[in-house]
C-alpha cells in the first residue's frame, strides 16, 4: 500500500489559507487517483477533494468549491490541497487517501490508502 504522509496542518484564523502537503511513498504514485478527505469533531468521515492521475480533472465537496484548490506534482510524489476563506466548519482532521481504480470517486470505500492525518482548527 505504500505510506502517505501529509503536513501544513494548524490554527488559522476565520478567513484566512492553509496549503496542506500529502507525500507518497512506496507506490506509483503517477498511478493513482488522489483525494483528499475530513472528519470534524463528533462527524463521520466526508470527502473535500480529488485529482485524476495527471492533474487534469478535479472533483469537489459542494462545502468546499470555490474556496478549496487540489493539485498534484507527480515528480515530487505530492498532493496539495489549498484552502482559502476558511470557515470555523472546516475545523478538521485533514487525510490524504489513494485509488488505484478508475475514476474520480467520493467514498471512503472507494480509496485504498489512507495518511495518518493533519489538523486543522478555524478559530479566532
Known amino acids: 500500500q505504500g505510506q502517505l504522509v501529509e503536513s501544513g496542518g494548524g490554527l488559522v484564523q476565520p478567513g484566512g489559507s492553509l496549503r496542506l502537503s500529502c507525500v507518497a511513498s512506496?507506490?506509483?504514485?503517477?498511478?493513482?487517483?488522489m483525494g483528499w478527505f475530513r472528519q470534524g469533531p463528533g462527524k463521520e468521515r466526508e470527502f473535500v477533494a480529488a485529482i485524476s492521475r495527471i492533474g487534469g480533472s478535479t472533483t469537489y465537496a459542494d462545502s468546499v468549491k470555490a474556496r478549496f484548490t487540489i493539485s498534484r506534482d507527480n515528480a515530487k510524489n505530492t498532493v496539495y490541497l489549498q484552502m482559502n476563506s476558511l470557515k470555523r466548519e472546516d475545523t478538521a482532521v485533514y487525510y490524504c487517501?489513494?485509488?488505484?481504480?478508475?475514476?474520480?470517486?467520493?467514498?471512503?470505500?472507494?480509496?485504498?490508502?489512507w495518511g495518518q492525518g493533519t489538523k486543522v482548527t478555524v478559530s479566532s
Open positions: 487517501t489513494a485509488r488505484t481504480g478508475p475514476g474520480l470517486r467520493n467514498g471512503v470505500r472507494d480509496y485504498d490508502a
Open positions: 512506496g507506490r506509483t504514485f503517477s498511478r493513482d487517483i
